[in-house]
């Protein structure tokens, strides 16, 4: 079975240059939840070193409408189970 990804804003380090990156290592069932309900997935790191995942309605892309979670020491996989969970509080 071929792994599928999701298509991310990424935001970089140091001044925040946006760039679209396909990020793999996530639970298919997040992966279908995300596309299904048309949710876009920004990433960025911090100048902490942390990593903030937001998402918000392709529909209302604005920063009032938008969830997030630190990823902590989650790995990738868990970072966006809590995301996916953060958005059907939210949006569903």
Do not use: H, W
Request: contains cysteine.
């Amino acid at each position: 079975m071929m792994e599928d990804t999701l298509t991310v804003r990424y935001y970089a380090r140091p001044n925040g240059r946006m760039r679209e990156i396909e990020m793999s290592n996530i639970y298919q069932e997040d992966i279908d939840f995300f596309t299904e309900n048309d949710i876009m997935v920004s990433l960025e790191e911090l100048t902490t070193g942390d990593v903030v995942a937001y998402a918000c309605p392709r529909s209302d892309l604005s920063e009032e409408s938008e969830v997030m979670v630190f990823a902590g020491k989650r790995n990738c996989q868990d970072t966006m189970k809590a995301l996916r969970k953060e958005c059907e509080k939210e949006f569903l």
